[in-house]
């Protein structure tokens, strides 16, 4: 018995296997796919509204074609728990990857993936720069990948200081993996020399084209331009606006550092917070950059390299029209989770608030997909709250591919075709394995275990300025969106730390050959 609605998949795999034998002109192709990740980008772009002197114009020329999910959250705000959750659709209570240390693919051996996925489903995958973490692309998801199916990092300038001089020029470094250099960052500059590793900002004094995210661009551009035998499955990873914020100068000269506006914070905005709360705001972070009088440059630093991102976006989006694949490919532009700049005197993510939750998601579907039966798809903008794990079967769904067993995710499908549809599923996310946020509707909850709650009504209190938690009149509604925090939760397993030598030699895997 043949399931019908994916027939065309069978005709096509056949045609593709038989020598001299082609699809007929008759079957539809399957729809091609690119994804665009672009590192710790919040919502501070023009089509979300977050910061009024972001420049993207090319996010917002895509978003007048796509639907806009303007209430997309993380499942988690860290880098590694996000992108595992998306990349095999199952949230990390699911799949006990909570935090950036673990390797995923040692905790999920068998796990299949996304890009993996539409391999065996007779897609051609390949990918560049960030789309998993670790520094490892995942060699049994792709059938290629640059700069190679061992390391996602492409070549990248940092800061090498003189020590007769104390001068510091930036250097390209050489992507040579060492032992003792585990991330390819060697560096510490003042004045957040004791605090993390890359948090620096400062332009580059070369061009785009010697970047390593234009590398990645090129790459995937190039491969648009192939002629393609199976549909493609391709996967773009910027970096930019993850730290450093080390961008060519002439995207810092569009931000003038007198007329930076510093992000909307509040005074005292941190005295209604719970314990939990408490140990996440006022960061040391916040009290460096403050206290050296860098708040500016750092905003200027951070919307420097979105614009920069949106640049290599725009590159990408033209070699895509300009490709033979423009009207049959579809488009997925998302990043991770958002980013703090001060805000409750936090930096960067691994907070729970709205603003480090919510991300971007925006998605361009051609006409005649397989998966919206009911319609063509309509461009416009949704305020339903979704998830980034809801793309995993989104996009299944949108190829004509049969489901994934056990995705924890639901598809966009309904609201690709009506933004407005009925949608009353709250969007859940952890911090860690024990902090965990729900929103539904307006209602965000934040709880810390015994560590205390926050509560906020999002469409009052866009900035989470107030927390309705201390009023007992809220105890009901406390009570009943936490029973949406899944009790059965698989414990978060910690794995061996990555010795970049080890997996050199072949001693260390990430992951389980077969």
């Known amino acids: 018995c043949i399931d019908m609605k994916h027939s065309h998949h069978l005709v096509l795999l056949l045609a593709l296997a038989l020598p001299g034998c082609a699809a007929s002109d008759n079957e539809p192709r399957p729809p091609n796919v690119l994804m665009i990740s672009v590192d710790d980008l919040n919502n501070w772009i023009e089509p979300l509204g977050g910061h009024p002197q972001a420049q993207t114009p090319n996010l917002a ?79 049994v998801s792709w059938d290629d990948y640059f700069p190679s199916l061992i390391r996602h990092m492409p070549e990248y300038y940092l800061p090498v200081r003189d020590p007769a001089t104390d001068e510091v020029t930036f250097a390209l470094q050489d992507n040579e993996i060492r032992e003792d250099d585990p991330k390819g960052v060697t560096f510490t500059m003042p004045p957040f020399d004791r605090m993390y590793i890359a948090f620096d900002f400062e332009p580059l004094p070369v061009s785009v084209e010697e970047t390593g995210d234009y590398s990645s661009v090129n790459w995937i551009s190039e491969q648009l331009q192939r002629d393609h035998d199976k549909p493609f499955f391709l996967a773009a990873g910027l970096y930019r606006p993850h730290l450093p914020w080390y961008v060519p100068q002439e995207f810092y000269d569009k931000f003038p550092l007198e007329s930076i506006q510093l992000p909307r914070v509040l005074a005292g905005d941190t005295e209604d917070l719970p314990e939990g709360g408490q140990r ?17 440059e750092a905003v200027r630093g951070y919307l420097a390299s979105i614009n920069y991102a949106d640049y290599l976006v725009g590159e990408l989006l033209r070699a895509l029209d300009e490709s033979p694949y423009a009207d049959n490919t579809i488009v997925v532009i998302y990043s991770d989770h958002g980013w703090q ?44 709250g979704v998830s980034l794990v809801d793309l995993f079967p989104t996009l299944t769904e949108l190829a004509g591919l049969p489901p994934k067993a056990g995705v924890t995710g639901r598809s966009l499908v309904p609201l690709l075709q009506e933004p407005n549809a009925e949608w009353d599923h709250p969007v859940v996310s952890v911090l860690g394995d024990d902090k965990y946020s729900v929103i539904l509707g307006d209602w965000h909850l934040i709880r810390y275990g015994a560590e205390g709650n926050e509560l906020y009504n999002m469409a009052d209190d866009p900035e989470e300025w107030t927390n309705l938690a201390l009023d007992p009149d809220h105890a009901d509604l406390i009570e009943s969106m936490a029973t949406h925090i899944p009790v059965d939760r698989v414990p978060a397993v910690q794995t061996a730390p990555i010795r970049w030598a080890d997996v050199l030699s072949g001693k260390t895997q990430f992951y389980k050959e077969k």
């Open 61 to 139: 020329d895509f978003a007048r074609q796509s639907m806009v999910f303007r209430r997309a959250f993380a499942a988690s705000p860290s880098c590694n728990p996000s992108r595992t959750a998306l990349l095999t659709g199952k949230a990390p209570h699911v799949t006990g990857v909570y935090n950036n240390p673990q390797i995923w693919r040692h905790i999920l051996p068998d796990e299949v993936t996304l890009p993996q996925y539409f391999r065996t489903n007779g897609y051609w995958a390949a990918g560049a720069g960030k789309n998993f973490h670790n520094n490892m692309p995942d060699p």
């Open 280 to 296: 996440i705001a006022n960061s040391r972070y916040h009290q460096a950059v403050t206290d050296a009088g860098l708040w500016r």
């Open 341 to 384: 700049l001060g805000e409750k005197n936090h930096w960067r993510k691994f907070a729970l608030w709205q603003n480090v939750l919510n991300t971007v998601l925006m998605v361009r579907v051609p006409e005649g997909v397989e998966g919206l039966p009911s319609g063509n798809f309509r461009p416009g903008i949704s305020d339903r």
